[in-house]
């Protein structure tokens, strides 16, 4: 496919649509695989939504089971489209205790964001720059995008600590570029191109 400069696209239009979500082997015997319309994944994005660190951080609230149930089809809604790829981080055969992937993809562009959170319990045992890695590696390898962006609050070191260890250069700061509950925050711009090390 062309766009309208003549340029080709970066990822054929189907490319991510056309194929099952792969799961993703992470270390500790968890992996990316895709959300599932069922009550343990439905329980686990509620509970996340009602997690004070990540609605605020990630700006979502989730009010009850069939809520997050809602949202889940539309996670895979996107992904049909072509417009986001998002797994649940789970340890195999148990219920999410966070979420990798990506965001605004852009396929002929080659160009998507990259997202996460963790639950409250699984904090502090690297399992969000292991997913990020993880995710990174196939968007840009397998998928075959070539800029993957990775934007935080300033005042959200954490974030900042995962872009770094999972090989997200700093590019920059955006001012007041991400409106919060209590106001406009800076935002810090990290990505990853193709070619990067790991
Ligand atoms: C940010 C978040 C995803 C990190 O998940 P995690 O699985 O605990 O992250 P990891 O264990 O892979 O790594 C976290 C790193 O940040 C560091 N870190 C944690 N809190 C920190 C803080 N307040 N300041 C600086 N670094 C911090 C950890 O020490 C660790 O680095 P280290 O391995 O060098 O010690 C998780 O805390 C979370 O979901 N927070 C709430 C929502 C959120 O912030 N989402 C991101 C929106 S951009």
Redesign the pocket.
């Known amino acids: 496919m062309i766009n309208s400069s003549g340029i080709p696209a970066v990822v054929p239009a189907g490319r991510l649509a056309d194929r099952d979500q792969p799961v993703l082997p992470l270390p500790g015997g968890l992996e990316l695989r895709p959300w599932r319309l069922d009550d343990a994944d439905a329980d686990a994005l509620h509970t996340a939504g009602q997690d004070p660190?990540?609605s605020r951080?990630?700006l979502f609230t989730v009010a009850g089971r069939d809520e997050a149930r809602a949202r889940i089809e539309r996670l895979h809604a996107r992904r049909r489209a072509e417009t986001g790829a998002i797994w649940a981080v789970a340890p195999t055969g148990g219920a999410a205790v966070g979420l990798a992937g990506l965001n605004d993809v852009d396929l002929a562009g080659g160009t998507a964001e990259v997202v996460?959170?963790?639950l409250p319990e699984?904090?502090?045992?690297?399992?969000?720059?292991a997913a990020t890695r993880r995710l990174s590696g196939w968007a840009l390898d397998e998928l075959g995008l070539h800029r993957l962006v990775l934007c935080?609050s300033t005042a959200?070191?954490?974030?900042c600590?995962?872009a770094e260890?999972a090989g997200y250069t700093a590019e920059g700061t955006h001012r007041s570029a991400l409106l919060h509950a209590d106001g406009w925050h800076d935002q810090h711009v990290h990505a990853r191109v193709a070619g990067d090390p790991a």
């Open positions: 660190a990540i951080w990630n996460y959170w963790v699984g904090r502090g045992r690297g399992i969000a720059v935080h959200n070191p954490a974030s600590r995962v260890k």
